[in-house]
């Protein structure tokens, strides 16, 4: 029946984590700035008028001081990358005419989803300032559907419908309105460009990066998901290909999900994992079957924040690969790179018991394995 298809490669696969800048004490400064002259207003639905025309005064404040300072342009496409290029969304179902080769007999009929990175406003962009430039990586960019539908009639005749539609996450929405970037591409550049870009990101939208969901689609406890590396999945209508919304596990996870989780044999529980840059880095979590509950957490506990990029299960086990793929604020605060790959260090293998412990882990190192 239905076909998900996870088009990445590994390489692909998007792990922007948050700096940690301490957004909620920018936004107290900010507030702090405009509490006093409505702090003396009597009528409450005053204050609230107040306080949202102030709002509005330091957003476009903001939006001003951005749109001075950066200039957002086009982002050169390598050859190797054009097939990558976006297309336009065209939102109804449409009839495929051209057709050619053969459908097998015992085919069935269904939907098949191919997704990607699909950037809004004709493509990728880069960041001018005079702190330097900031780039956007060749996998970002907002998510995209394409649902290809296999119909048969009566009489075994095949038909074919096309329709693609974003993934609409918050973010998407939120540029959608605007209808000009307003993000600041933050995973590459000159580190001072960086820097501020992430500073002006978390000013203005609270976070540093683009919600992607761009990297896979998977289905769990009957319900279709669209999913990257750096936030939870998004709830989608594999028919409609409409976005439901964020799907928190068990409303407990609070964290980015793995882009690649797994079902477990057996039980159908389904085995994830989270990393962020600041403690606890590594969280393994699995969820009930019908996806209502986060049944187990566990706290790997490393000491630095390292990337597990995909998960494995056996019936009793999970097993996780730590390449040395490491994340470090501090390393961009100096000037350098998000990602570090520790090559002088082995690479090794988590085995763990399902509902294991940290002390049931078993870990067996390895040869670097990512050059
Ligand atoms: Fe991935």
Redesign the pocket.
């Known amino acids: 029946m239905a076909t998900t298809t996870?088009l990445?490669?590994?390489a692909?696969?998007?792990?922007k984590h948050p700096i940690n800048f301490k957004a909620h004490d920018l936004k107290t400064a900010l507030a702090s700035v405009v509490k006093p002259p409505t702090q003396k207003l009597k009528n409450p639905s005053l204050k609230v008028e107040a306080v949202k025309a102030l709002k509005m005064v330091s957003t476009t404040i903001l939006d001003t001081m951005v749109d001075f300072i950066f200039q957002f342009v086009d982002q050169p496409m390598i050859p190797s990358q054009k097939n990558f290029a976006p297309v336009e969304e065209i939102g109804e179902l449409i009839k495929v005419d051209c057709f050619q080769g053969n459908i097998p007999e015992d085919f069935p009929e269904g939907v098949y989803i191919r997704n990607g990175s699909n950037p809004l406003f004709g493509g990728l962009k880069l960041a001018v300032s005079v702190f330097g430039k900031t780039d956007s990586l060749w996998i970002e960019g907002e998510g995209m559907l394409h649902a290809l539908h296999f119909k048969k009639d009566e009489q075994g005749k095949w038909s074919f419908y096309y329709k693609n539609r974003y993934v609409e996450t918050d973010t998407y929405k939120m540029e959608s309105k605007r209808k000009k970037p307003a993000f600041l591409p933050i995973v590459e550049g000159d580190p001072l460009a960086t820097l501020a870009a992430s500073f002006f990101n978390v000013l203005r939208f609270g976070q540093e990066y683009k919600i992607m969901s761009n990297?896979?689609v998977f289905e769990h406890g009957g319900k279709h998901y669209s999913t990257?590396?750096n936030y939870i999945p998004q709830e989608i209508d594999l028919i409609s290909l409409e976005t439901y919304g964020n799907w928190n596990p068990g409303r407990t996870w609070s964290r980015p999900l793995?882009?690649?989780p797994k079902k477990t044999p057996g039980t159908g529980e389904l085995v994830t994992v989270g990393f962020e840059a600041k403690k606890p880095y590594c969280i393994v979590g699995i969820v009930s079957a019908d996806g209502k509950e986060l049944v187990h957490k566990l706290d790997l506990q490393l000491d630095q924040c390292s990337l597990f990029?995909?998960v494995g299960v056996t019936n009793k086990y999970t097993i996780l690969v730590d390449f040395m793929l490491t994340l470090s604020p501090e390393r961009v605060m100096k000037g350098g790179s998000l990602f570090k790959y520790e090559r002088e260090k082995d690479a090794r293998i988590a085995v763990i018991p399902r509902y294991g412990d940290a002390d049931s882990i078993k870990w067996f190192h390895i040869e670097p394995c990512v050059s």
Do not use: G
């Open positions: 996870c990445l490669s590994s692909r696969c998007s792990a990297t896979n990257a590396e793995t882009s690649h990029h995909d």
